[in-house]
Structure formats: C-alpha cells, structure tokens
C-alpha cells in the first residue's frame, strides 16, 4: 500500500513514520509512505497556497488550484510507465465536516487494499471545490486542531496496523476494542505483579481456567 500526505508540513510526519509498527511496516515491505508539500504546487513565483475567504470572514482559506495539483500528481504516482497500477487511489480529506471516524472504518479500509492519499487542511479551511476530487470526509473527532495533520497521522496509525503482517500475534487486530464493528471496548488487562501495593489482580486472572477467565472478559466488556 501507498499512503502519500498532502501537507504544508511534511516534518511533522518524519518522527511517526520511522516509529513502532509504522516503521516496521515500511521496514517490512508492506507499506510506502511519503509526503507531498503542498508549498510545491502554490501560485505564482511566491507560491501562495491560501487567500482570503469570498464573503469575508477572519482568517485565510487554502486555494483550490494547488490542492487540485498536488493531488493529480499524487495520482501520477500510482502510474509506471503511462499504465496505471490497481485501483484507483483512496482520496481521504480531513475535516471537522466529514463523518466521525471509526475502527470499522479502519478496517474497510485495510481490507480493500487501496492506495491513500490524505488532505491535510490549514488555516480556516480548504477551497470547497477540492471535495469533487475526494472519496470521504473524514473527522477524527468533535473538537478542532490547528490543522489536518494529527487526524492523518491517526488514521494511518489505525489502518496500518490491520495490515497482515503487521502486528505480531495472529489475532492481535480480532481480539481488540472495536472489533465487532465498533460495538465493545476490550475488558481490562493485568500482568506482573499480581499483587501491587494491596491493588491485587482479579483471582479468576490467575486461575488457569480459560472457560472462566473468557467469560470474565466478556462480563467486563464495555458496551459502546
């Protein structure tokens, strides 16, 4: 899988694709990351990339023209010689006006494989008119962030990890909050020592019995 970034700050993404399972997976083979700096594709021998909003309003808004650019060229890279390579990338905008983004997500998006490139936005916004090249509008959560590229980092956190090969044990990504489409959180874990200044680890933990010990954890599951 290809995951390209559209950003005006390709640093922020160094520290976190060269980290954990992130860098394992590139390390691995499994997954390509870059970033494409936005700044590139700017207007003019200034390379502008915002302006005022139409209408007024306080703040500057990202200009069509280069989110157009940067994501047609972004698109050239899933191209080897003028043929191009499987599907179609995934186009992924982050904005507070998208859907709440969840593990189900995650995991359609994990399964079907697909190249992504991810629109971070800036500032007071983005050009309207970038969304008739986008797939889905994603929001990480209801509260607002300087800009996209937190919420871009978090979905390629969470759809990287559910790649195969990827996490370690087999079941890793099966046995997890959100695994049945969002609907349970995982029950509690303990390990080592099982007694920690008199905050003791539940007795049926320690048991042995698998039958008991899974219906504990089911008992303690957090319905979401």
Known sequence: MKI???????EMFDGVFKTSMLWKAQKEGV??????????????SRKTVDDTPYGGGDGMVLMVEPLMRAVEAAKQ???????????DPLVLLMTPRGKIYKQSDAKRIATEGRDLILICGRYEGYDERITTIVDEQICVGNYVLTGGEIPAMTVIDSVVRLLPGVLGGETSAEIESFYDDDKTIEAPQYTRPADYNGMQVPEV??????????KWRLKNNILT
């Open 4 to 10: 390209q970034v559209i950003t005006l700050f390709p």
């Open 31 to 44: 997954v390509e990351y870059s970033c494409v700096n936005l700044r590139d594709f700017g207007v003019g």
């Open 77 to 87: 890279q899933t191209v080897d010689n003028g043929q191009k390579i499987g599907e």
């Open 205 to 214: 933990l320690l048991s042995g019995n698998h039958a008991e010990i899974e």
